[in-house]
């Protein structure tokens, strides 16, 4: 094999016994071992042995197999691969096996035609996925297949796997670091073998383990704009502003500009955040969320870190107040559980009747009582709080209602 290809592909293992934890797999998931092939969605973490499980598999059943990713590839491209697998199948007398990895990236067109193939027994499917089976995959398709799930692997079986491959394909590594990177990894046998290589390209003499420190931990940093970890990271950034922890709040930030989030998306979450959870508390507040949203629109990376800091921290340590999100909600609830609420025949713009209106402007204060709605309101929607300017406002309506 090219020694070219990347160190993880050369290493890939081609035989069973090499497969670590099959034993447990097919103790587990006795059909795994029955020379009948059965569709099979294989669900783990990144770097756990799908890919490589699959081919296995196919190398036991002495099926041939079409490879597919879900990611790179649309619904033309799979009913091309469907027909080639067919075809196959009945030249071989026997069926063929299609690989699709990241599966749980098909919508549900392309997996609805997939069914009725897996249903006629066409193809054997395989496919490969990191997300829970039972939400990102159709329960149609999902119920003409079996499940397993391969766990990550553990700290000493990367730590094996990396001693074979430095036996195998001779790589120069400084062996104090083999426990280091198998650790690093966290159970991801693909990045193990990446660091491995990675270090491999350093000049022996350079390998110390603080380089390795510093070029690995630089790597390993996941954030996946589209996955799991882009909400976990972004709720995580709200609620530490929510409660007015502006370093937990900073250190988000910086986690989510690290990853690569898209700067405009963290500025709208600062937008939203300003009306929703400082509100009229402080109302200078919405106006800096726009025009931060503004600004980093116009200004980008790199620079568009200084903007997000400075929002984020201010938002983070002043006053707060959601009485005005709750007042929204709580009216949007009050008319979605009626009919058509009349507007008062005096606040309309026609009829004999809008001449009683009473224009506030023209009395002392600049307000006079008066009715705004004929609905008998269980309690207030705005309930300002005493929190910064919203303590002011909360006076005023009480002197307003008194009089």
């Given amino acids: 094999m090219s020694t070219s290809m990347p160190l993880a592909h050369r290493a890939r293992p081609e035989q069973a016994s090499d497969f670590v934890g099959l034993d447990d797999l097919i103790t587990k998931y006795p059909f795994l071992d029955s020379e009948n092939p059965s569709s099979v969605i294989l669900w783990g973490p990144p770097g756990c042995g799908k890919t490589t499980l699959s081919a296995i598999l196919a190398k036991k059943w002495e099926l041939e197999i079409f490879p597919f990713n879900a990611v790179l590839s649309g619904l033309p491209e799979l009913r091309k691969i469907i027909q080639s697998a067919s075809e196959s199948g009945g030249f071989f007398n026997k069926p063929s096996i299609i690989f699709i990895d990241e599966i749980h990236r098909f919508n549900k067109a392309q997996q609805d035609a997939l069914l009725p193939h897996v249903e006629k027994?066409?193809?054997?499917?395989?496919?490969?996925?990191?997300?829970?089976?039972?939400?990102?995959?159709?329960?149609?398709?999902?119920?003409?297949?079996?499940?397993?799930?391969?766990?990550?692997?553990?700290?000493?079986e990367v730590q094996n796997l990396l001693e074979k491959t430095i036996q195998n394909f001779e790589v120069s590594i400084n062996e104090n670091l083999i426990e280091k990177v198998a650790t690093w990894s966290d159970g991801d046998a693909r990045r193990a073998l990446n660091y491995l290589e990675l270090l491999s390209k350093m000049p022996l003499e350079k390998q110390t383990e603080e380089a390795a420190e510093k070029i690995i931990l630089a790597q390993s940093r996941q954030y996946d704009r589209n996955n799991d970890r882009h909400y976990d990271v972004i709720s995580a950034f709200i609620k530490s502003m929510r409660g007015s922890d502006p370093d937990a709040a900073i250190l988000w930030l910086a986690v989510m500009l690290d990853g690569g989030e898209d700067p405009k998306f963290i500025a709208r979450r600062l937008l939203i955040f300003a009306s929703e959870d400082v509100g009229n508390a402080d109302p200078h507040a919405l106006t800096m969320a726009n025009s931060t949203l503004q600004a980093v629109s116009q200004i980008g990376m790199p620079e568009a870190r200084i903007i997000l800091g400075q929002t984020t921290s201010y938002l983070a340590s002043t006053v707060k107040s959601n009485a005005s999100y709750l007042a929204i909600n709580e009216a949007l609830a009050y008319v979605r559980s009626k009919s058509t609420i009349e507007v008062p025949a005096h606040l309309k713009n026609h009829g004999p009747e809008s001449k009683n209106y009473k224009y506030p402007h023209n009395f002392p204060h600049h307000f006079v009582e008066q009715e705004y709605t004929n609905e008998k309101l269980p309690q207030p929607f705005y309930r300002p709080t005493n929190m910064g300017a919203e303590k002011k406002i909360a006076e005023r309506l009480s002197a307003l209602r008194k009089n």
């Fill in 121 to 156: 027994g066409n193809f054997i499917l395989i496919g490969a996925t990191t997300e829970y089976p039972q939400t990102s995959i159709n329960r149609a398709l999902l119920s003409r297949m079996q499940t397993v799930e391969l766990r990550k692997l553990k700290a000493d």
